[in-house]
């Protein structure tokens, strides 16, 4: 089964030393969140490009890697530096980091997408993971969802791609946090930046997913940031 987890924010202009720091963390905590992917030693990254095989890429690489992909892209001061990484493990395990940060966009969001490849019924920590891209990356807004709860969200709830969102588990910054609902049917867990981790459905309950979503949406918690954009936060 695949499920996305996914953190979303505003213009935040970083050194590429600053992102390299991310991302390396980024690495490091999903190899020791899902070991069936990755080695907690090193695990075996690729870097995936627009053209061409995948390349080797090392933790201690990103550095160099992400250098690369600025003078590649001559707006990513504008846009953020992209990267994607790949990690294949045993049994199907697979999963994809996809991020572009360090930018100051007017109107895209930057993020970070992690995509999990797991065999059926297999056991995938996707709170833990949600809560270290928020811890990691600081991020707007974040959730962890699937193909079947964004068409319900979009159909029946009206929801606009690049708009804050939650899915079966959602994050939101301290600002939002305060404007959460009383009475909401989720259980929240406030994490250390401010921020609240809701858990809110299990996989397959999307009417209860859609349902607190309208709530949040209602009580001003999912309000898009802004544009043009000019924060990373509400």
């Keep these: 089964m695949r499920r996305v987890v996914r953190a979303f924010w505003g213009p935040r202009p970083e050194p590429v030393e600053a992102l390299a720091g ?5 690495v490091e905590q999903v190899s020791q969140l899902l070991p069936e992917v990755a080695s907690p030693v090193e ?8 053209s061409g095989p995948d390349t080797a890429c090392a933790p201690d690489e990103l550095t160099a890697v992400l250098l690369v992909a ?10 953020g ?9 045993e049994a199907r395990w697979a999963v994809e980091l996809s991020g572009v940060a360090g930018g100051t966009p007017q ?10 490849d797991a065999p059926h019924g297999a056991v995938v920590p996707e709170s833990e993971l949600l809560t270290m891209l928020a811890s990691t990356w600081e991020p707007d807004f974040g959730d962890v969802t699937d193909d079947d709860t964004l068409d319900a ?8 791609v690049g708009d804050p969102v939650v899915g079966r588990s959602g994050y939101l910054c301290s600002a939002r946090a305060v404007l959460i609902p009383d009475g909401l049917e989720a259980s929240r867990r ?25 709530q949040l949406r ?3 918690a999912l309000a898009p940031l802004p544009r043009p954009l000019d924060r990373p936060t509400l």
Excluded: K
């Design 22 to 26: 991310r991302w390396r963390q980024t």
């Design 43 to 50: 695990g075996n990254w690729r870097q995936v490009h627009a």
């Design 70 to 79: 600025q003078e590649a892209e001559a707006w990513s001061d504008l846009t």
């Design 81 to 89: 530096t992209g990267l994607r990484l790949l990690c294949t493990g």
């Design 107 to 116: 109107y895209l969001l930057q993020s970070m997408v992690m995509s999990v």
């Design 153 to 160: 969200l979009e159909d029946d709830a009206g929801f606009v």
């Design 190 to 214: 406030d994490i250390p930046d401010g921020g609240v981790l809701l858990q809110i459905a299990a996989s397959g309950e999307i009417d209860t997913v859609v349902s607190v979503y309208e």
């Design 218 to 220: 209602d009580a001003g």
